[in-house]
């Protein structure tokens, strides 16, 4: 079992920054993908960022390449989220989850395919 709660969602302008954290704790951080995904109102559950067990894979959907940065710290147990230049349009619950690994290098990018979730953090993006 792993439980995760994240942290770090807010109120920003449009083109600020915000820095999103997902604290694991339970079994082996270390053996699980980590993801972040999203949801706006009366939209679908949108993919954001994954990354890999070592932390030496990423991956993102164009709608944030170049603007998001997913990272880890397997000492910490902590996933973060960096998130520059947002805007309006980020504006939604942040998830992050996390899906078990055998391969290191592995990205998960379906939701469908991950174990454990956050209880979600609000991001707000103002115009």
């Known amino acids: 079992q792993v439980q995760l709660v994240e942290s770090g969602g807010g109120l920003v302008q449009a083109g600020g920054s915000l820095r999103l954290s997902c604290a694991a704790s339970?079994?082996?951080?270390?053996?699980?993908?980590m993801g972040w995904f999203r949801q706006a109102p009366g939209k679908e559950r949108e993919f954001v960022a994954a990354?890999?067990?070592?932390?030496?894979?990423?991956y993102y959907p164009d709608s944030v390449k170049g603007r998001f940065t997913i990272s880890r710290d397997n000492a910490k147990n902590t996933v973060y989220l960096q998130m520059n230049s947002l805007k309006p349009e980020d504006t939604a619950v942040y998830y992050c989850?996390?899906?078990?690994?055998?391969?290191?290098?592995?990205?998960?990018?379906?939701?469908?395919?991950?174990?454990?979730w956050g209880q979600g953090t609000q991001v707000t993006v103002s115009s």
């Open positions: 339970g079994r082996a951080f270390s053996s699980y993908a």
């Open positions: 990354i890999s067990r070592s932390g030496g894979n990423t």
């Open positions: 989850a996390a899906a078990w690994a055998p391969l290191i290098q592995s990205i998960v990018a379906i939701s469908t395919r991950y174990d454990y």
